[in-house]
Nanobody
C-alpha cells in the first residue's frame, strides 16, 4: 500500500497549487480519501475528503470555496486544487485513505488509524 502526495511548493498569497495523491496497492473503490495538513505547533487538520461511496465530498470551513477535491479513477489519483492561497495555508499536506468510511467523518484525521494508509507529506508555503 502506498499513497504519494506531490505538487507542493512555494507560492505567493492569492496563488494556486494542485496537489496530487497517487495510490497503489489498493483501489479507490470503497475507500474514503482525505486531504489533511499540519502546520508547525498545530494539530493535524482535515481539509477535504471524498467518501467511500465516491458520491460525497466534504470540506472544512477554512477551505470551503477555495479548495476543490477531485479524482481520476483511471490514474488512481486524487487531487486537491487550491486557489486563493493565504499565508495561513502554509503547512505540510498529507493524503490518507480509510476503507468503508462514507460520511463527513472522513474529515477527521484521527479516524485514519492505519499508518500504512497515510502518504508522506508535501510542503506548501504561501508567502505574503
Amino acid at each position: 500500500v502506498q499513497l504519494q502526495a506531490s505538487g507542493g511548493g512555494l507560492v505567493q498569497s492569492g496563488g494556486s497549487l494542485r496537489l496530487s495523491c497517487a495510490i497503489s496497492g489498493f483501489t479507490l473503490d470503497d475507500h474514503a480519501i482525505g486531504w489533511f495538513r499540519q502546520a508547525p505547533g498545530k494539530e493535524r487538520e482535515g481539509l477535504s475528503c471524498i467518501s467511500g461511496s465516491r458520491v460525497h465530498t466534504y470540506y472544512a470551513d477554512s477551505v470551503k470555496g477555495r479548495f476543490t477535491i477531485s479524482e481520476d479513477n483511471a490514474k488512481d489519483t486524487v487531487y486537491l486544487q487550491m486557489n486563493s492561497l493565504k499565508p495561513e495555508d502554509t503547512a505540510v499536506y498529507y493524503c490518507a485513505a480509510d476503507r468503508r468510511r462514507y460520511g463527513p467523518d472522513c474529515l477527521e484525521p484521527n479516524l485514519y488509524y492505519r499508518t500504512d494508509y497515510w502518504g508522506k507529506g508535501t510542503q506548501v508555503t504561501v508567502s505574503s
